[in-house]
């Protein structure tokens, strides 16, 4: 009798000990399936989109503007890249190649980076932050081919960008002028385009609808032609007044620039900014002297005529 007790109660323990084996098989299958079906939610573990193991696989985070920006920045004014010709009305406005390559390696090695005036503009106004440097604005006016020919290719080796104000007409390429390919070359490297206007007509002397077809009208065909604000305009030779800024207010436009030497601030009036002229003979180091000394005094008040 006690014997076959016992072997009941090996046969119930042997039974309990299947169940818990078959109940614990169970649980771990749930558990299996649990897991993948989180890891297939998970988009760090899918196999289409492997965490990324590198700092080259990670973005950078983006920038995010700031308080508006308080600091005054240079703008430089150039014309002609190349030596002078015998006989040149003005040679002082061109300034060889040689020493424009050498005046970006001093602006360079002094901690300076180009940039554009509507990137100037989205600082001062809504914080938007710099590249990393000293800013400071190349322009360049009339659109004369040696702008591309020969300072095109040196900003682009330094990865620096300027301003084009450029004239349509008066300037074909068969007089030294810049053609539409090459200003659609520029404007791709990141360069913004600007105006003087049709003819680089003295603007003070025009009736209301010259005046109209020199500021609004150029702006509206550059526009159309090459997809770009035009957010600037350029005064031909310095040359306005009143009415004409009246205009070139009307015509959209968000400032512009003038031939009064000193840094361009925030606080002056953006429709008559200050430029720095850079004449040829000009050395790098004069170049940085010239930043130095003019930034230490205060702007020049901004006169209707510069010559």
Not at 28 to 31: F, M, R, T
Not at 63 to 70: A, H
Not at 122 to 133: D, K, N, S
Not at 156 to 159: D, F, P
């Given at each position: 009798?006690?014997?076959?007790?016992?072997?009941?109660?090996?046969r119930?323990?042997a039974?309990r000990?299947?169940?818990?084996?078959?109940?614990?098989?169970?649980i771990?299958?749930?558990?299996t399936?649990?897991?993948?079906?989180?890891?297939?939610?998970?988009?760090?573990?899918?196999?289409?989109?492997?965490?990324?193991?590198?700092?080259?696989?990670?973005?950078?985070?983006?920038?995010?503007?700031?308080?508006?920006?308080?600091?005054?920045?240079?703008?430089?004014?150039?014309?002609?890249?190349?030596?002078?010709?015998?006989?040149a009305?003005?040679?002082?406005?061109?300034?060889?190649?040689?020493?424009?390559?050498?005046?970006?390696?001093?602006?360079?090695g002094?901690?300076?980076r180009?940039?554009?005036?509507?990137?100037?503009r989205?600082?001062?106004?809504?914080?938007?932050?710099?590249?990393?440097?000293k800013p400071?604005?190349l322009?360049?006016?009339?659109?004369?081919?040696?702008?591309?020919?020969q300072?095109f290719?040196?900003l682009?080796?330094?990865?620096w960008?300027?301003?084009?104000?450029?004239?349509?007409?008066?300037?074909?390429?068969?007089?030294?002028?810049?053609?539409?390919a090459?200003?659609?070359?520029?404007?791709a490297a990141?360069?913004?385009?600007?105006?003087?206007g049709?003819?680089?007509?003295?603007?003070?002397?025009l009736?209301?609808?010259?005046?109209?077809?020199?500021?609004?009208?150029?702006?509206?065909?550059?526009?159309?032609r090459?997809?770009?604000?035009?957010?600037?305009?350029?005064?031909?030779?310095?040359?306005?007044?009143?009415?004409?800024?009246?205009?070139?207010?009307?015509?959209?436009?968000?400032?512009s620039?003038?031939?009064?030497?000193?840094?361009?601030?925030?606080?002056?009036?953006?429709?008559?900014?200050?430029?720095?002229?850079?004449?040829?003979?000009?050395?790098g180091?004069?170049?940085?002297?010239?930043?130095?000394?003019?930034?230490?005094?205060?702007p020049a008040?901004?006169?209707?005529?510069?010559?």
């Open positions: 009798m006690q014997e076959r007790r016992a072997r009941r109660e090996a119930r323990r039974l000990r299947r169940r818990l084996a078959v109940l614990g098989g169970l771990a299958v749930v558990v399936i649990v897991a993948i079906a989180a890891a297939g939610r998970s988009p760090s573990h899918s196999k289409h989109e492997p965490k990324p193991t590198t700092a080259r696989a990670r973005k950078a985070p983006a920038q995010r503007p700031g308080p508006p920006g308080r600091e005054p920045v240079p703008v430089l004014m150039y014309h002609v890249i190349a030596a002078p010709p015998a006989g009305p003005f040679p002082g406005l061109y300034v060889e190649p040689r020493e424009f390559a050498e005046q970006m390696q001093a602006l360079k002094a901690g300076w180009a940039v554009t005036p509507d990137q100037v989205a600082y001062w106004r809504e914080g938007v932050p710099l590249p990393r440097g400071i604005v322009s360049f006016d009339n659109g004369y081919q040696s702008q591309y020919t300072a290719p040196v682009k080796r330094l990865g960008v300027a301003e084009e104000n450029v004239q349509l007409t008066g300037l074909p390429p068969s007089q030294g002028g810049i053609g539409q090459e200003l659609r070359a520029v404007v990141g360069w913004e385009l600007d105006t003087q049709f003819s680089h007509a003295d603007l003070i002397t009736d209301a609808r010259q005046l109209h077809y020199e500021v609004a009208v150029s702006r509206k065909v550059l526009q159309n090459f997809h770009v604000p035009v957010n600037w305009f350029c005064y031909p030779s310095g040359h306005y007044d009143a009415r004409v800024i009246a205009a070139v207010e009307a015509a959209g436009y968000v400032g620039t003038t031939v009064v030497p000193g840094w361009a601030h925030k606080h002056e009036d953006p429709y008559r900014m200050h430029r720095l002229r850079v004449l040829g003979g000009t050395s180091a004069q170049l940085l002297s010239l930043l130095a000394a003019v930034r230490d005094d205060p008040p901004a006169s209707y005529s510069g010559g």
